[in-house]
């Protein structure tokens, strides 16, 4: 497979049945992102610096093998309460909801350019080229910083999120 035009340094991974699976995201987290987490920690010179992960609680990204090599990277696992995540993860109130509508946009237009020329769908070449488009737009470090304003991290405001939207 040709993935040229897709977006530099990224990683496609396809699971059998299309949805999460633990050992994609522990080869993800072993290989990715305990990495790049050392490679940040030499850049600013933070050695022994904790680092956070952050992400909800679906089985996939939980498991024995994940904490165990969080513990030896000095990683902390911070796992959203359950149905919160709408209301907590920052990525998802700016970025990813820029991303999707952006994703959407895309896919609507090159089904209009492609209507009738095939069955339409998308090779995996193709997906990685149109997703590289959307994603530099997408995820900015303006998009990203104002999804930790937006659920009232950085800076910390507590009246983003009050008791009363907490849901039982």
């Known amino acids: 497979m040709d993935f040229k035009k897709a977006y530099p340094n990224t990683e496609y991974v396809a699971a059998h049945k299309g949805w999460m699976e633990e050992v994609i995201f522990y080869n993800w987290f072993l290989l990715t992102f305990v990495p790049f987490d050392n490679t940040l920690r030499e850049k600013f010179q933070y050695p022994v610096q904790a680092a956070v992960l952050s992400f909800d609680g679906h089985k996939s990204h939980f498991s024995l093998h994940i904490i ?62 149109l997703l590289g488009r959307v994603w530099t737009e997408a995820l900015t470090p303006k998009n990203i910083a104002k999804g930790f304003t937006s659920i009232g991290l950085l800076p910390v405001d507590r009246s983003k999120f009050p008791q009363s939207s907490v849901r039982s």
């Open 68 to 129: 165990l090599c969080a513990i030896k990277n000095d990683i902390l696992l911070l796992k959203f309460p359950s149905h919160l995540t709408d209301l907590l993860q920052p990525l998802d109130k700016s970025a990813f909801l820029f991303l999707k509508g952006k994703w959407d946009a895309i896919l609507v237009d090159y089904g209009r350019k492609h209507i009738g020329l095939s069955l339409l769908r998308i090779s995996k070449e193709t997906f990685a080229e």
